[in-house]
């Protein structure tokens, strides 16, 4: 399974941007970039997920880097909304398993 | 509503006592999750089902056990050989097999043991 890291915290002012990083050095070439986020006291919400190629959705985007060693989740316009935990997460392999590290804790201040 | 159903919501046991969490879903999903979450932690995963019939161990499979007779039905059952069984345990799906796919989460059943 690959690796990730992602920092234990950030911090964010509501309408600004954000970009939360994840390094995953040692992924494979057909794991996709997944994300999901998680509110205190419930199951994580699927956010985006790429291959290559950058992807924009309505809640966010994904900017995976050429070597596909590190990505980015972007929000555009942070709200109170956002505050959650983060995970980055490489999923494919031949057994698909989706596997979730510690993730980042956004902070989003009014 | 389509969606993924955990319940109950709350779960009280004696301590060695099997336990079920019930996990149903309607979204026509074949791959099938369940994590467990321990108080600021992030999520491990007990067991994982790609499609009826077939499950496989994840990373903390000691002390569980699940079935996969129907689709949309993936039960977990904590065993008296659990030794931490207090947790949140969450459920998932996703139409599967396959990585090019969304995971959904159902809320989470509450586990308490005493």
């Known amino acids: 399974d690959a690796k990730t890291t992602q920092p234990n915290s950030m911090e964010s002012n509501e309408e600004e941007p954000v970009h939360l990083p994840c390094n995953h050095s040692?992924?494979?070439?057909?794991?996709?970039i997944h994300w999901y986020r998680q509110l205190p006291s419930q199951g994580p919400e699927y956010v985006i997920h790429?291959?290559?190629s950058n992807v924009n959705n309505r809640m966010a985007s994904l900017a995976i880097a050429e070597d596909r060693k590190s990505s980015t989740l972007i929000l555009h316009r942070a709200t109170l909304r956002d505050a959650a935990v983060y995970y980055c997460?490489?999923?494919?392999?031949?057994?698909?398993?989706?596997?979730f590290g510690k993730g980042t804790l956004l902070t989003v201040n009014p | 509503d389509g969606g993924i159903t955990q319940s109950p919501k709350y779960l009280f046991r004696k301590e060695g006592q099997n336990v079920t969490l019930s996990c149903e879903q309607n979204?026509?999903?074949?791959?099938m999750y369940w994590y467990r979450q321990d108080p600021g932690q992030g999520l491990r995963l007990i067991y994982y089902?790609?499609?009826?019939?077939?499950?496989q161990k994840g990373d903390i499979a000691e002390g569980y056990s699940v079935s996969r007779e129907k689709k949309e039905s993936f039960p977990l059952t904590v065993t008296s050989a659990q030794k931490n069984p207090t947790a949140f345990y969450l459920c998932?799906?996703?139409?599967?097999?396959?990585?090019?796919?969304?995971?959904?989460f159902g809320q989470g059943t509450r586990l308490t043991v005493v």
């Open positions: 998932a799906s996703s139409m599967g097999p396959g990585p090019n796919t969304e995971a959904f």
């Open positions: 040692t992924i494979s070439g057909t794991d996709y």
């Open positions: 790429g291959l290559t």
């Open positions: 997460i490489p999923f494919g392999g031949s057994n698909y398993k989706l596997t």
């Open positions: 979204l026509n999903h074949d791959a």
């Open positions: 089902s790609q499609i009826v019939n077939d499950f």
